[in-house]
């Protein structure tokens, strides 16, 4: 039996390959990181890439390892039988603040905007819009706490969105408080269920002795349906005065700016080192429970990974997959891979040499291409209308000596025979 891809994992594939999917096409995943590019670069963002792999610590301490992502979906890394160390990264904030700090990016103008883009990797039951190998598009803003920054990050994920044409994404907004606040409120939750440990799935029941905010996270329909009929006060009503200003804040600036939001009073970040704002962008196309991305306030992460002093950050990730099946749903269209400008083919093999170099010669100007071996008229038309080329262009003897090529333009039927030297005007 051949040899197929993983499973969760997708091949991106040129648009018009049998059994295309735009949510698989290489193209549509170019044109998303494009236009986040266009959004965040304008806004001052600089692009960075670190490995796709890292320290399993790195995760464990950035991800948190009472997740679900560390202590089930890891993709460990091994080399000659070697168990490295290394795991595949499950998402980018941890890895971008690594480096931030890693190669002395303080330097740089604060605080410093960091977008980049690739794959991530979680071994997840494999469905619809959730899959191993998925890409995300992610922002972080390193080395302010301001509250100006965080409806910033905010608007640059809406502005993302609305640069893609997608008009039914909300965006579910809370705050989490600060650190004093989530003890109050994991006091308040262990409360309340540790009467209930019997009837938590045996993870939450871990989580009510390690973090019992991350019970509220839980995916197991066994939590949910006794979090569903607790009536649980959300985490908003135990904000600090500080935290609760903070949140007015970045409400105020995101109403003054127009971006629309929900707030969200149930929304969670189980890990220590998370920080006031939070959200998540929701669309029907990718159901309920799927988000489109999802953003937070991480201003204890550098100092989880190791950093002396705290640095304050925050940012979001979007998934590009899931964001391709949310502009299918609207209907949206994706731009047309180029076409080329121009196919050449030669009648005899005579002409083969003179139609590559007069191919080579104009690739400067517009994408051209040429047959490889000398074809009859009939093919050479078809073969042009199989790469929906603009024009097609053919030499025979009677080109060759006349140092002409014929031509017709398959949109309009336009035909015309041109000098060899003057093929650049035509295109
Ligand atoms: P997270 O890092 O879990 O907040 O995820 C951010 C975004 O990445 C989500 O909102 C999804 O759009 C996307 N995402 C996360 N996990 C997966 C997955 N397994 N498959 C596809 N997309 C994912």
Redesign the pocket.
Known sequence: MSVKRPKGTQDFLPAGSPGFSPEFGASNLNFLTATAQQVLERAGAKLIFTPVFEEAELVKRGVGDSTD?VRKEQFTVSHHGDHGGYILR??GTASLMRAYMENGLKQLPLPLKLWTHGP?F?A?RHQK????Q?H?LDYEIIGSDAALVDAEAIALMWNVIEALGLKHARIKLGSIGDAADRERYNAYLRERFTPLYDQLSPDSQDRLTRNPMRILDSKAPVDQELIADMNIQPMLDFLGEEAAAHFAEVQRTLHAWGIPFDIDPTIVRGLDYYRRTAW??HHEG?GAK?????GGRYDGLAQALGAKDPIPGIGW???V???LIAMQDEGLTFPAPPRPALFLAALDADQLAVTAELALGLRHLAQVEFAYRPLKMKQIFSEAERRNAVWVGFLGSDEAASQTVSLKNLDTGEQRVVAQAALADVL
């Open positions: 992502i499950p998402e991530m979680r997840e819009g959730r899959y191993r998925f995300q998540e962008l990718v799927s988000a489109l991305g999802g990730a979007l998934g997959e899931r964001l």
